[in-house]
């Protein structure tokens, strides 16, 4: 209470940043499961975040997750690393990288005129973009997947170190009590 009254008196009444990410944060943290599955499903969403296929990724990342035996959900949030904000950085970073690999020399512009004879060039040129992106998704996806998953576990296993010793310190607690409880009753009789 007496930090949130410091927070408002700090940025005013508007959320900052850090505070919209902090539930999502917190949620994550408090995710059901073995911590290995969940940071191994929250990889596994990074990675396929990635890909070009947005628009699918959840679908894609929780059949996958669903075939490894890994946390479905964290896998369906490490997905949204690609999201209507983040596409637009991403994917140019992906082609780049996916074009240098393959050595692809044509860049990509946009026509002053938007004719048939251009939709066709886009037409036939979809494969070739396609396995760009997938390239340079998996060149950025994999390092990502791993910084990932080292975050996510540790992460989650610092949390609930935090919680075991807050539920020990409760016992410990209650312990004193039912002991101070126990010593006035027999002082009063």
Do not use: C
């Amino acid at each position: 209470m007496e930090q949130d009254k410091e927070r408002t008196e700090l940025y005013g009444r508007d959320k900052s940043l850090l505070d919209y990410l902090r539930k999502p944060y917190d949620r994550f943290l408090k995710i059901k499961g073995d911590p290995r599955e969940i940071a191994l499903g929250m990889a596994l969403g990074l990675f396929v975040g990635m890909s070009p296929f947005m628009g699918i990724h959840m679908a894609i990342a929780v059949f996958l997750a669903a075939i490894f035996k890994w946390n479905k959900i964290s896998a369906a949030v490490g997905v949204w690393i690609s999201n209507p904000l983040t596409a637009p950085f991403i994917y140019p970073l992906t082609y780049l990288i996916g074009s240098k690999l393959f050595g692809y020399q044509k860049p990509f512009k946009l026509p002053e005129e938007f004719d048939f004879d251009y939709i066709l060039t886009i037409i036939r040129s979809t494969p070739d973009i396609l396995f760009i992106l997938i390239a340079g998704g998996i060149v950025i996806g994999l390092p990502l997947a791993v910084a990932g998953y080292y975050f996510s576990y540790a992460a989650i296993t610092e949390y609930r170190k935090k919680i075991k010793i807050k539920l020990k310190l409760g016992r410990k607690a209650d312990k004193q009590k039912s002991a101070s409880r126990k010593l006035r009753k027999k002082q009063r009789k």
